[in-house]
């Protein structure tokens, strides 16, 4: 079983400062969260950028700004959001994938989300996936649903994707697939021989999955973009404190944590890059 890669996801698009006060937004406090996190056992941080007034965006220029400042404190393996916030267009989204990071994020499909509609038409996904090969750049696969995956393997046969492939299931948002362990089981069933994959569950869904990803040889995306508490009611003092203990929990179970140079080696980023 390889080490365990853990994935910081920082703040997302949605979650607000009236959600969770310790929410990082500017780019030095995304920073200083990143390197908190790093500290405490990820290899990966996944990034989405945001305007002061906690509003996001998806500008080559705050992305640039926040990973100057990531990479002058650690080796973090960068990667950069594709999703943006709902509604934004493609040419929106695409942005930050042309500061060549080590790896962007590709939502292979559109999904309800919440009461809005996350967009990822046929020619959205293939034009993303297209340009991330043509800037050196590994996606990693977001599947909110098992059809999603069956997208993906679509867009090898078209070579668009190169295998290995790396796959985060986002699971427990409303509208796509719920984050029980039935369908955890059925979704790292349904990749390819060979891929890797990491598991994103949504609220209370984190640390179960996350647990059970550490045990089947999986890896895990914790961070406020995801879950805003601890426990039941308590909200988390910090990104780094749920990297903390889900570090903790692979460590009860004898999975060594990677480092970001150990990542780098799992996904295969050496020889993308
Ligand atoms: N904010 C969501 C609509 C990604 O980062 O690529 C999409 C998202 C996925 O967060
Ligand atoms: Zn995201």
Known sequence: MDKLIITAALAGAEVTRDDNPNLPITPQELADAAYDCYRAGASIVHLHARNEDQSSTQSADVYGEIIDLIKAKCNLVVQVSTGGAVGMSAEERLQPVYLKPEMATLSTGSVNFGD?????????????????????VKPEIEAFDVGMINNALQLV??????????FDFVMGVPGGIPGTLKNLLHMAESVPTGSTWTVAGVGRTELPLGTAAIIMGG???????????????????????????????????SRPVASPDEAREILKLVEVN
């Open 116 to 136: 809005d509609v996350f967009m990822n038409p046929p020619a959205y996904i293939e034009e993303f996936a297209r340009i991330m090969q043509e800037q050196g």
């Open 157 to 166: 046969k078209k070579g668009f994707l190169k295998e290995p492939l790396h």
């Open 219 to 253: 890896h895990v995306r914790v961070g406020f973009e995801d879950n805003i508490y601890y426990t039941k009611g308590v909200l988390a003092e910090s990104n780094a404190q749920l990297v903390e203990r889900i570090a903790r929990v692979a460590e009860i179970h």
